[in-house]
């Protein structure tokens, strides 16, 4: 098994942020400075919200999502991706199989005023309804959150790293 290469991820997102904030459309009203132990919190607590509607496994979560965002998924080239389709993505994986969270680990959080990445572990497991196989599926998965024009924090980057 290939070691995670969490470093080389980071700094790809790094990169990915800087470029998009630089063709941001919307001008996030100025504020004061919020202190970084704030921003901290407030990432934590967007992360914690998103696990929390995430494991009552209806399509509510998706709400966490920019409009369009990018995302980069194993096995697949990076795209822009809407929260439409990945609504329709996750309908047929509902359809065939109960998705049960089992655990995730605590976010690890690098905050700025208007943009933060946070990346924590995972351990699901997919049933296949019809033939009640179970696959398991555990790894890391590196959130880029963007602050919106009302103060509100949305996903505007993801990937994730099977182990």
């Not at 991706?81 to 690098?110: C, H, M, T």
């Not at 696959?135 to 993801?158: D, H, L, M």
Request: proline residues 4%; charged residues 25%; aromatic residues 14%.
């Amino acid at each position: 098994m290939k070691p995670f290469p969490v470093f080389q991820v980071l700094t790809a997102a790094c990169a990915f942020l800087t470029i998009t904030s630089c063709q941001e459309k919307e001008t996030i009203q100025e504020n004061i400075r919020t202190p970084d132990a704030m921003l901290q919190t407030l990432i934590k607590e967007q992360v914690d919200s998103l696990y929390s509607v995430y494991s009552r496994f209806d399509y509510d979560w998706i709400d966490f999502y920019e409009d369009r965002f990018t995302a980069i998924y194993p096995e697949s080239p990076v795209k822009l991706n809407s929260k439409d389709s990945l609504r329709a993505q996750w309908e047929g994986i509902y359809q065939d199989f109960d998705v049960q969270l089992l655990d995730r680990g605590q976010p690890n959080i690098i905050a700025s005023e208007d943009m933060a990445i946070s990346y924590n572990s995972f351990n699901e497991i997919f049933v296949n309804k019809q033939t009640r196989d179970t696959t398991k599926s555990t790894g890391t998965y590196i959130v880029a959150w963007r602050r919106q024009p009302n103060n509100t924090w949305k996903i505007a980057f993801e990937t994730l790293h099977n182990n």
